[in-house]
């Protein structure tokens, strides 16, 4: 994206294959400006090397969204998925989305400090109703989260088959959690972990029953998470 640009993609499928650049799927280029309003909806984004979007100029971005996708096959070699180092981002959301054999070994959220830069910004990132599964493994970071006073809430998502944790950073703050269920991922709940300093023990621990996660079918077969409504609501019959 260039020139504080606002950008909506809908219903529509970026495939990153065969790349030269092996990019990410959205870059903010352009330094010392305020974007609009980045809004991606209903949309297959699929075979991205580096990432998912990518924020390593000074500038603004009002909004980032991402919401109601199938999101797979984004490896995250070179880059972490939601990757923010130099700028500032208002509102980050993800939601409604699912992700997979994707974030093999890199961060899920990274948004680096950068606020003394940006004097007056208050950032909130809303992560609610996705099912992640197999991201961050290694150990990696959830929510690797340095921007201060970044508020975060992080409701009615199941994560599955990872070894994350949330943070080791004394200065990522203490999610608002709440429905969320955590299956096969230790290191997201008290004793699960050495290194990380955020858990979730408000949380489940069900075997969703997925039909077939192999091959992209997260459909829940667990009758108490289907009532709890938790995950992305398009798997939740």
């Given amino acids: 994206m260039e020139d504080g640009a606002a950008l909506l993609l809908k219903d529509v499928t970026l495939d990153g294959t065969g ?3 092996g990019n990410q799927s959205v870059v903010f280029n352009t330094a010392g400006l305020n974007y609009g309003d980045l809004r991606i909806e209903g949309c297959e ?6 990432g998912l979007y990518y924020l390593n100029v000074a500038s603004i971005v009002e909004s980032i ?5 199938l999101i797979y096959n984004i490896e995250c070699n ?9 700028g500032a981002i208002k509102t980050i959301t993800l939601s409604n989305s699912t992700v997979y054999k994707s974030v093999l070994a890199r961060d899920f959220i990274r948004y680096d400090d950068k606020s003394s830069s940006f004097p007056g910004i208050t950032s909130k990132i809303f992560v609610n109703h996705n099912t992640l599964y197999g991201v961050a493994n290694g150990g990696k970071r959830l929510l690797y989260v340095r921007f201060k006073g970044t508020d975060i809430s992080f409701t009615n998502n199941i994560v599955a088959e990872t070894t994350a944790i949330f943070s080791n950073q004394t200065s990522t703050a203490v999610p ?3 429905n969320n269920n955590y299956f096969n991922a230790p290191g997201l709940f008290t004793g699960g972990s050495t290194s990380s300093l955020i858990f979730d023990d408000s949380a489940s621990s069900e075997n969703p029953g997925f039909v077939n996660a192999t091959n992209g079918d997260f459909t829940v077969t667990n009758e108490l998470l289907k009532a709890k409504s938790t995950g992305d609501p398009r798997w939740v019959q």
């Fill in 45 to 50: 984004i699929k075979n991205y090397v580096k």
């Fill in 19 to 21: 790349l030269a650049d």
């Fill in 78 to 86: 070179g880059g972490d998925f939601m990757d923010s180092r130099a």
């Fill in 176 to 178: 608002t959690f709440g």
């Fill in 65 to 69: 969204t991402i919401n109601n996708c």
